[in-house]
């Protein structure tokens, strides 16, 4: 119960700091479902996971470093008991288990996944190019879909090193499903997920 309250009141709270707005629906509801999107700040997660419908949101869980989120009794009882993530740990000599496997489970659990196929957070609208992970866990699992997330604005809200985040309008704007290709290779889905990401980027001002 006390969970419950604590996820519906850190979605008013993410709601009311970024004034979201959703400018296009997510497609219908599936859960062999992966959302990919931009990567800018430490609250990019959180915006996808408040602006998915709730019966979306109940399967969707995050993809997070277990080095960040186990830091602090606070951070592991919000990545565990309130987002669900998944907990990958990012260094390749710490890691215990493979990561693709990891997640692959959770799929196969009937859960949707929300990942950051870039790797690492930076400022810019530019988009890195995607580590190749996406690929692999499309291989693993050849009936998931992939979602392009794009996010507005949420790198002057939180941006890398603040701790206080600034009130700011934001924006989410999800795409198009996509699948992985029969013989697809993986530098040409790579590119593809890319893509359609950086289509649903707005149009910069003048």
Not at 34 to 58: E, K, T
Request: with cysteine; proline share 9%.
């Amino acid at each position: 119960m006390l969970t419950t309250l604590i996820a519906r009141s850190l979605k008013a709270f993410i709601i009311l700091l970024t004034g979201a707005r959703v400018l296009s629906d997510p497609p219908a509801a599936s859960k062999q479902r992966v959302y990919y999107a931009n990567h800018c700040s430490h609250g990019d997660f959180v915006l996808i996971w408040s602006a998915l419908p709730d019966a979306l949101r109940q399967h969707t869980r995050p993809v997070a470093g277990a080095d960040y989120w186990c830091k602090t009794p606070l951070r592991r009882y919000l990545i565990n008991k309130v987002f669900k993530g998944v907990l990958i740990e990012r260094n390749p000599q710490q890691r215990e288990q493979d990561p693709i496997a990891i997640l692959a489970a959770a799929i196969e659990q009937q859960h949707a996944l929300i990942i950051f196929p870039e790797g690492t957070r930076h400022p810019s609208r530019e988009v890195l190019p995607f580590k190749s992970g996406v690929y692999h866990l499309a291989i693993r699992c050849p009936n998931l879909e992939f979602v392009p997330v794009w996010l507005d604005n949420l790198n002057r809200v939180m941006p890398k090193g603040r701790i206080v985040p600034l009130p700011l309008l934001c924006t989410v704007r999800f795409g198009e499903a996509l699948r992985l290709q029969p013989n697809e290779s993986k530098q040409d889905f790579l590119e593809r997920t890319r893509t359609a990401l950086l289509e649903l980027a707005p149009e910069p001002s003048l």
